[in-house]
């Protein structure tokens, strides 16, 4: 059984990728949305860190896609956060 909560605080340190989180039976759509929301703003961020210089690169942006994907695939057309910042 996955921590749920930890899961929506750190889905990477939970699921291996996100259709991990899409194939767990045990998470409702609702939380498999806002876990996968989650790890979108994480990548994010982390592409915003190593944009400026804060980190060794550790991404390529594949992992961001996938969770889009994956976001689309559970119905979510698209991810606005109000707000014009370089994390969407």
Excluded: C
Aim: glycine residues 6%; hydrophobic residues 40%.
């Amino acid at each position: 059984m996955v921590d749920i909560e930890l899961a929506k605080v750190n889905p990477a340190g939970v699921y291996k990728r996100p259709k991990d989180v899409l194939n767990d039976a045990s998470l409702t759509r609702e939380q498999k949305i806002d876990i996968l929301r989650r790890w979108a703003y994480d990548e994010r961020e982390l592409a915003v860190a190593e944009e400026e210089n804060m980190l060794t690169p550790v991404s390529n942006g594949t992992i961001l896609d996938e969770v889009l994907e994956s976001l689309l695939k559970l119905g979510v057309k698209h991810e606005d956060s109000g707000a014009p910042t370089k994390q969407g």
